[in-house]
């Protein structure tokens, strides 16, 4: 799942967004890259969640994918593209152990019984996405530095 507002702390498509955009070096490694993501919008998988409140079967399963399978290099350079920089902040690293062969959810049983689709396209997504990093730049960068931490230590930390 990608989109504005999540946990950026993480190492994922939003850390790879944001070092584009600060124009720092993405370093994937070789298995990684070419291992095939499925992305979709937090939007979309929400619209999913009220989807099997309202018309799925208690107890069922049902995933919400976007239909949408890229490689990860192909998203990397994507998001090299769309923050206006070029390939050459790719610096490929030694692959790391235990790496998933794949990132992707059939999505199907939820098109079939639900009647649910994903509302964008991996490239309206992932420009949306984008989008939001680009326009909230201080706020990403405030709780990347661990400033947020400050607050929640004054506002919750005597709990």
Sequence with gaps: VHAGGRDVSRFDWASLLRAGVRGLGLRPDEFWALTPAELHLLLGHCRGIRAAMERGKAGEVYNFGGDAERENLFVVHEILRLVG??????????????????????????????????????????????????????????VRSGAYQEYYETQYGQR
């Design 85 to 142: 920089r070029d390939d050459s902040l790719i610096e490929y690293v030694k692959d790391r152990p235990g790496h998933d062969r794949r990132y992707a959810m059939d999505s199907s049983k939820a098109a079939r019984e639900l009647d649910w689709r994903p509302q964008f396209t991996f490239e309206e997504g992932l420009q949306a996405t984008v989008n939001w990093y680009l326009d909230n730049k201080t706020w990403w960068e405030r």
